[in-house]
Nanobody
Framework: QVQLVESGGGLVQAGGSLRLSCAASGRTFGYYGMGWFRQAPGNEREFVAGITWNGVSTTYTDSVKGRFIMSRDNAKNMVYLQMNSLKPEDTAIYYC???????????????????WGQGTQVTVSS
């Protein structure tokens, strides 16, 4: 059974930084692409960032490009989201997700991801 556990959320002032972590267990982590999604109250879950199984390539939604950096450490079964220059509109629950297929980049569609964490709250005050 795959488990994804996020941590690192919290309350931060606008302009500040947070680093989210996601610990994975249950199947060979290094075979699967990973993603970060977020959901604000009243909004649909949206793609934030994704990374290939080997960490070579990343992709970001336009609103976070240049501010967020996604990375992974396959030796530790961890994936990270470094969030800089945070804005109030970044406030949401952030979810870590693992792709369905080995050696594939899941992309930005939530349906391409098979397993999800429970989420961690990020609140950015103005």
């Amino acid at each position: 059974q795959v488990q994804l556990v996020e941590s690192g959320g919290g309350l931060v002032q606008a302009g500040g930084s947070l680093r989210l972590s996601c610990a994975a267990s249950g199947r060979t982590f290094g075979y699967y692409g990973m993603g970060w999604f977020r959901q604000a109250p009243g909004n649909e879950r949206e793609f934030v960032a994704g990374i290939t199984w080997n960490g070579v390539s990343t992709t970001y939604t336009d609103s976070v490009k240049g501010r967020f950096i996604m990375s992974r450490d396959n030796a530790k079964n961890m994936v990270y989201l470094q969030m800089n220059s945070l804005k109030p509109e970044d406030t949401a629950i952030y979810y870590c997700a693992q792709g369905r297929s080995m050696y594939a980049f899941p992309g930005s569609s939530w349906s391409s991801y098979e397993y999800w964490g429970q989420g961690t709250q990020v609140t950015v005050s103005s």
